[in-house]
C-alpha cells in the first residue's frame, strides 16, 4: 500500500495492530505519522453519536452533508431519543443503544472510527476519556465539563488524543468563522493597538420554557430521568447557564488576547426562574488578563430581556466588534480610528464574502472531517481543541464560583479545585 493511500483514521485505527505485529516478531519499526498522512478519495469516516437531542442532530446532519462520514451507531439515555435518531439518520438496530451506560457499546465497537459526543456537559468528561481510550476521533459538543476535575480529565485525555495523532474539535464554532480568524490574524499582528477593555455577553430571554410546560414531572419514572430531560437547569449537568452558553463569549475574548484570564470576580443570583432547577438566572463578572485587560462579562436569562450576544475589545488603535445570527452564521469586524473630519469610523477588516454565508457549524463539521481524512490544509491539517476547549470551559466555571461564594477565585485556585458537582439523589 502506498504511504499517500492511507488515511490518518486508518493510520489511528492500525498502529496498535501493527505495533503489537511487530513487537510480538521483535522488529521495531517506528513509522512517524506525518509520513503515512494522506488522503483516501472515497473513504468515509463512521460516526458513532452519543447524546440524540438537538445540537446532536444539526451536528450529526452537518458531518453527514460533506459526504465523507457517515454515523453508524447511536447511544442515548432515553429510548425516545434513539428511536427518533435511528429512523432519521437510517441506523441499524443492532447499533442503536439506550441507557446511561450506552456510550460504552459505542466506544468498544472497533468499526467506528470517530464519536460525536452531545449528551449533557456533566457526563462529557468520562465520554471523552473514554473514547480517547478507545482510539476514536472526537467531536465535542462544548461545555467540555462542569467542574475542575472534569476539566483535568479532560485536559489529560487531549494530550493523549495528541500524541495519537487523533483529532479532536470542540463545538466552539466561532473558531471556524472565516471573519473571526480574518480578525484574530489582525489582531496578532498588532491591530487594536494597547488594549484595555473587553466585553463579552449572552444576554437572552428564558429558555426550554417549551420542554418544561410540555412535560409533567409525574412522567419521569425517576429524579434522574426528571433531570436528565432538564438537564440544563440542573448545575451538576450544565455548570450553569455561564458556563454551558456563555463559554462562546469568555472563550472569543481569550481566543483573542491569547490567553485565559487570570481571576475572576463578580456577582450573580436566582430570581425570576425559581420553580425548576437550582442554576443561576444572571451573572456579572470582571476577568482580569495578563497586561492589566480587564473583560467584564455578562450574562442573563430573564424572560423579556432584550438580547446581546457580542464580543467586543477595544485598543488604542481599534475596536474589534462581533454580532450573532441565527444559525452560526455571526460576523466579527475591526474599526479603525475616526479621525477629526471624518463623517464614519473606518473598518480595518469587515467580512466581504456572501452576507451570511461565514456558516461556523458548517466549516467546523467540514473541517472535523478533513481532520480525521487528513485532507485538511493550514491550521486545519490537523485539529485537536482540546487545550482551548478546556481553558475556556475553566474560565467560565472560574467566573461562576467567583459569583457563587463572592470573592476572587485565580486561575490556579479554579484549575487545582477538587469540588466536584454530582447528583443530589430523590428531593
Ligand atoms: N455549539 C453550540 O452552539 C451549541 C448549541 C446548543 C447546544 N450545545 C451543546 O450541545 C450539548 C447538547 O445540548 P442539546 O441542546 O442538544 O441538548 P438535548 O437535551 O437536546 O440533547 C441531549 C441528549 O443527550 C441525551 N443524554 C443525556 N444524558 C445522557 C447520557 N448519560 N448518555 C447518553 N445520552 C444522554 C439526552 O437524552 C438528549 O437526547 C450540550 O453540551 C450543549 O451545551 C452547543
Known amino acids: 500500500m502506498k504511504n499517500q493511500d492511507v488515511s490518518r483514521r486508518d493510520f489511528v485505527k492500525n498502529t496498535a495492530a501493527v505495533t503489537a505485529a511487530t513487537i510480538a516478531g521483535s522488529t521495531f519499526t517506528i513509522v512517524k505519522a506525518e509520513s503515512v498522512r494522506g488522503t483516501k478519495a472515497n473513504s468515509t469516516v463512521q460516526i458513532g453519536w452519543v447524546g440524540n437531542g438537538g445540537q446532536g442532530t444539526r451536528d450529526a446532519e452537518l458531518l453527514e452533508q460533506t459526504g465523507k462520514a457517515k454515523i453508524v451507531a447511536l447511544a442515548d439515555y432515553f429510548q425516545y431519543r434513539v428511536d427518533k435518531a435511528k429512523e432519521k439518520f437510517k441506523v441499524d438496530d443492532k447499533k442503536s443503544y439506550r441507557g446511561i451506560d450506552a456510550y460504552k457499546a459505542i466506544m468498544s465497537d472497533s468499526s467506528i472510527d470517530a464519536v460525536l459526543l452531545t449528551t449533557p456537559p456533566g457526563f462529557r468528561p468520562d465520554h471523552f476519556r473514554s473514547a480517547i481510550a478507545a482510539k476514536k476521533h472526537v467531536f465535542a459538543e462544548k461545555p467540555l465539563a462542569v467542574d475542575a476535575p472534569g476539566c483535568r480529565m479532560v485536559a489529560e485525555a487531549g494530550e493523549k488524543a495528541a500524541a495519537q495523532k487523533l483529532s479532536v474539535v470542540v463545538g466552539l464554532q466561532r473558531h471556524y468563522s472565516k471573519a473571526y480568524r480574518a480578525c484574530k490574524k489582525?489582531?496578532?499582528e498588532g491591530a487594536l493597538g494597547i488594549v484595555g477593555l473587553a466585553h463579552s455577553a449572552w444576554d437572552q430571554g428564558d429558555l426550554w420554557q417549551n420542554r418544561r410546560a410540555k412535560?409533567?414531572?409525574?412522567?419521569?419514572p425517576t429524579q434522574m430521568d426528571w433531570e436528565v430531560e432538564h438537564w440544563y437547569y440542573f448545575k451538576w449537568l450544565s455548570g450553569d447557564h455561564i458556563v454551558e452558553q456563555n463559554i462562546h463569549n469568555i472563550d472569543v475574548i481569550s481566543w483573542m488576547m491569547n490567553s485565559h484570564p487570570l481571576k475572576a470576580a463578580g456577582f450573580g443570583a436566582r430570581t425570576a426562574r425559581t420553580e425548576i432547577g437550582d442554576i443561576w438566572d444572571h451573572f456579572a463578572i470582571t476577568y482580569e488578563y495578563p497586561k492589566g485587560v480587564v473583560s467584564s462579562n455578562t450574562c442573563i436569562q430573564i424572560d423579556g430581556t432584550m438580547g446581546d450576544v457580542s464580543e467586543t475589545i477595544r485598543g488604542s488603535k481599534g475596536t474589534f466588534t462581533t454580532s450573532n445570527a441565527k444559525?452560526?452564521?455571526?460576523?466579527?469586524?475591526?474599526?479603525?480610528?475616526?479621525?477629526r473630519g471624518m463623517t464614519e469610523t473606518p473598518y480595518i477588516y469587515k467580512y466581504d464574502g456572501a452576507q451570511g454565508r461565514d456558516l461556523h457549524y458548517d466549516q467546523e463539521a467540514a473541517t472535523f472531517v478533513a481532520s480525521v481524512l487528513g485532507t485538511g490544509e493550514g491550521e486545519d491539517k490537523y485539529r485537536n481543541d482540546t487545550k482551548y476547549g478546556v481553558e475556556s470551559?475553566?474560565?467560565?466555571i472560574m467566573g461562576r464560583d467567583a459569583a457563587y461564594k463572592?470573592?476572587?477565585?485565580?486561575w490556579d485556585e479554579a484549575w487545582n479545585s477538587k469540588e466536584k458537582l454530582a447528583f443530589k439523589g430523590a428531593a
Open 406 to 410: 463572592g470573592r476572587v477565585i485565580t
Open 393 to 396: 470551559t475553566l474560565s467560565a
Open 186 to 188: 489582525l489582531i496578532d
Open 327 to 339: 444559525g452560526g452564521a455571526g460576523t466579527a469586524s475591526i474599526l479603525g480610528k475616526r479621525e
Open 215 to 220: 412535560y409533567d414531572k409525574a412522567k419521569w
